[in-house]
């Protein structure tokens, strides 16, 4: 071998290594930014009566969420935020699902808000799990929505390829972790460096309950095209809904979200006769 080319490849192999082992030491501060909180911050929101609530899954380790209660709900939201701050703010959106008389359930992860312990994908993906079986003593499965945003999304997948809830909603979701980090950086062989592993795409393929995934359509962090390759993996139990001009984090700025939010919890179901539509037509034999 020419010692240009093995000098050239000795020189990008130390540089992948080397960007590998800075991706797999500095990966959290890039998938988790959390706002802590003093043990002593009270949670209160407009418009909407909640409860604080904290468990412990496991030893080392406590489970901040609040419990939005309703007059007469029809069932109960499990809200899997966002990657960012705390359910202080992300409190708010529990208005979404609580003007449709549904009760609502929002954890904050680990180091995030009031909750402690250390940080991995499996214990977070059994603190999810724990506050779905808090969810499932106060509700039968089939009045259990679970909703996921952003990373939220792969522990929503996660709990409904595990469980048997109504509803999986997912708002920009991610595709997987390791696609996320392959946008940026494509030349990099991201899986091995992986130390959180969240792969929505592989969840789905075992969700037996109705998908409803809605993205924007301008969203620049997650392309649109990640729901469109989402909501073909299990598409008989799918359907996306595409909110024109909306981003990543501004989707819930637009009246269209919310409208189809109402439709999704309205579940309207539509018998389709197959013999007084298009559905069997064909140019081609034409």
């Known amino acids: 071998m020419n010692v240009d080319v093995y000098f050239i ?16 030491l500095f990966q ?5 930014q959390p706002e802590k909180l003093p043990p002593d911050f009270k949670f209160a929101y407009e418009h909407l009566n909640a409860e604080e609530m904290s468990v412990s899954p496991e030893s080392g380790a406590t489970i901040s969420y609040l419990h939005f209660h309703v007059d007469e709900p029809k069932g ?5 935020k966002g990657n960012t701050k705390s359910i202080k703010g992300w409190g708010k959106f529990a208005i979404d699902f609580t003007r449709l008389n549904y009760e609502v359930i929002m954890m904050d992860y680990r ?15 059994r603190d999810s799990q724990f506050i779905y079986n808090i969810a499932k003593k106060l509700f039968t499965e089939d009045k259990i929505i679970v909703y996921g945003r952003s990373l939220g999304s792969g522990f929503a997948a996660r709990l409904a390829s595990k469980n048997n809830p109504r509803l ?15 946008r940026y950086l494509p030349f990099m062989p991201a899986k091995p460096f992986l130390r959180y ?3 929505t795409f592989h969840y789905l393929k075992n969700v037996r309950c109705p998908i409803k ?15 469109v390759d989402l909501s073909e993996i299990n598409p008989q139990l799918t359907r996306l809904y595409v ?20 439709e999704i919890f309205e579940e309207r179901k539509v018998f389709i006769d197959a013999e007084k539509t298009s559905l069997s037509y064909s140019h081609r034999k034409d």
């Open 213 to 227: 995934i809605i993205h924007g359509s301008d969203d620049r962090l997650v392309p649109i095209n990640t729901a």
């Open 9 to 24: 490849l000795t020189v990008v192999t130390v540089a992948i290594l080397a960007i590998g082992i800075f991706i797999y």
């Open 197 to 199: 592993n969240l792969p």
């Open 243 to 262: 909110i024109l001009r909306a981003g990543h984090i501004d989707v819930h700025q637009f009246e269209e979200y919310h409208r189809v939010m109402e």
């Open 28 to 32: 959290h501060r890039f998938f988790f």
């Open 76 to 80: 109960v939201v499990l809200y899997l």
């Open 111 to 125: 180091g995030f808000g009031k909750s402690t312990g250390r940080r991995t994908s499996d214990a977070m993906k």
């Open 168 to 182: 999986l909603i997912l708002t920009s979701p991610l595709y997987s972790l390791q696609r996320t980090i392959q």
